[in-house]
Structures are given as C-alpha cells and as structure tokens.
C-alpha cells in the first residue's frame, strides 16, 4: 500500500510541497529551470536568492549522487523571476517516476509557465566531442516505452489530459530563440535527440548502436519523464545538454568523474547562452 501511494501522487502532495516553497519565497518566479550534473553553478549567479534545500520540502525527492546538491533557488536572473533547481533525483536512486516528476508540478502549481531542462548526457552522434551542447529537438522515451510513464495511474483532469500531445514538447520558438543567441554569442550548439535510459549503470558498445540506430543523438538518465510531466500541465519547454562525454568513439571507458569534469569546463558557455536566452524570453 505504501508502494501504491508513492506512485500515484495527488494534487494534495503537489499542494503541500508548493505550499512549503510559496512560504519560503518572497519571489513569484515563471520560468524553472533544473540544472543537471555539473552545470549548478548557474544558480550561483541568481540573485536576491533564497535557498531552500530539498530535504526540508515535504515530499520532495533528494538526489543521492554527487554533483547534485539539491537545493531550490529562487531569485533573479537577467531580470527575470526564476526558480532553479540545483540538481535532481533519479529514478535510478530508487524513487518512482511520480516521485521524481513531484518537482515539475510543483513548480506549476507555484505558477511557473516555462521550464528549462537541463543535463550531461553522452554523445552517440559521431560529431559530437565531450564540451559541446546540444539543444533538444525531440526526445525517445525509451524508459516510457517500457511501462515506467510518470503519467501511468489516475489521470487528474485538472492537472492535464489523459493522452497529452508530445508533438513540438520542445518549444519551437524557444528553440528558435536560442539558436539566435548561440549564433550572436559565436556558442556552438548542436540540434539532437535525447533518449532517457534509466542508468545507472553506462550503455554497452551494443547498447550505443542500437541507441544510434533508433535515432538518437545523446543519451542520459534524466529529463524525459520531467518533460513529459511538464507538457502535461502546459508548460513550454527548453531543453539543452551538455555533452560530457562521446560514446561515439569507442573503446574510451566513462566514469561519473569525467561527466563532472566536462560541466565544469563547459558552464562558462552555458551559463552564457542559457542567460542570453532569459534576456530576450
Ligand atoms: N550515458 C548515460 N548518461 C550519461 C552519460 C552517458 O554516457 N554521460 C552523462 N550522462
């Protein structure tokens, strides 16, 4: 029964952890963003912020893994009220979908109207090199595909449709909008497909061709289900990862170290596309 209740989650638990953040809070923030392995320092340059760590918000996931400290952060960035997420729980960390998903409607049920994803993800198209970003086009919810929806359950119609559309998810005129600003900022950055695994362990070399076979550009153990989530409720949607690794050039072994290592070295380029993007949205 405890299993059934931690999978399907109501209003009510959406209501209590906002509730928790609202009061927390002097900021009414639109946009959320969660920032994924190694790319935190972003929330650094937030200001008038106020901090609240995970644990202490009723119901909210906590992340296990190191480079994800987990915390909100709630203040302004380029002019604009934000809410960021300083890391994120997996569900390889054992929670279920609807508990890693808690987040995003949270963040909805504060008000928040467009989210920016973000994550380190590994490369399996042959151009891509360990730095580089990728805007996300589209995405393969492998996992999904499999049973593991955080939508499966009750549908509550008041949070969004039984059967969502997952045509544009990534919006087209952020989309747009972004390349304009990594162009004008002389940013280079990739248009892929992400495919979410549930990790944690990395992908085989044969598991890398079946992956690029079915069209993927880069793959990580996060994001889609958040998407998913977030389209559900009406969001818009950003997405970009930062490439850590290449899974594309074989024979290299991949270690949660290195994917730290190439968000530390890549947030310069990043914080200053995703705070070009924020100036002009
Ligand atoms: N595979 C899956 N997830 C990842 C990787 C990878 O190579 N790098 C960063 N996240």
Not at 41 to 65: C, H, K, M, N, W
């Amino acid at each position: 029964m405890e299993k059934m209740a931690d999978e399907f989650l109501t209003r009510a638990d959406y209501t209590q952890s906002a509730r928790f953040v609202a009061t927390h809070t002097k900021h009414q923030p639109k946009i959320g963003m969660i920032l994924g392995s190694g790319l935190n320092p972003l929330a650094d340059e937030i200001a008038q912020a106020d901090i609240i760590s995970y644990r202490d918000i009723p119901g909210f996931p906590v992340s296990t893994v190191q480079g994800h400290t987990g915390e909100l952060v709630i203040g302004n960035l380029n002019g604009k009220s934000v809410i960021a997420m300083r890391g994120r729980a997996h569900f390889y960390e054992g929670y279920s979908m609807q508990r890693i998903t808690l987040p995003i409607r949270v963040m909805r049920t504060l008000g928040v109207e467009t989210l920016i994803v973000t994550n380190a993800a590994g490369g399996v198209n042959v151009n891509y090199r360990a730095g580089d970003l990728m805007l996300i086009t589209d995405h393969i919810n492998f996992v999904g595909m499999t049973g593991l929806n955080p939508l499966r359950g009750p549908n509550d119609d008041s949070l969004g449709p039984r059967f969502p559309d997952m045509t544009n998810a990534y919006d087209p005129i952020l989309r747009a909008l972004t390349k304009q600003v990594a162009a004008d900022a002389k940013i280079q950055l990739h248009e892929g497909v992400y495919v979410m695994l549930s990790g944690p362990s990395f992908e085989s070399p044969a598991d890398v061709n079946f992956i690029r076979m079915i069209g993927a550009d880069a793959v990580g153990m996060s994001t889609v289900s958040e998407v998913i989530v977030a389209r559900h409720g009406g969001m818009r949607v950003l997405g970009v990862s930062l490439i850590s690794n290449s899974l594309a050039h074989a024979h290299e072994l991949v270690s949660h170290e290195e994917v730290l290592a190439a968000g530390k070295a890549a947030v310069p380029q990043f914080t200053a596309l995703i705070k070009g993007v924020m100036a002009r949205m």
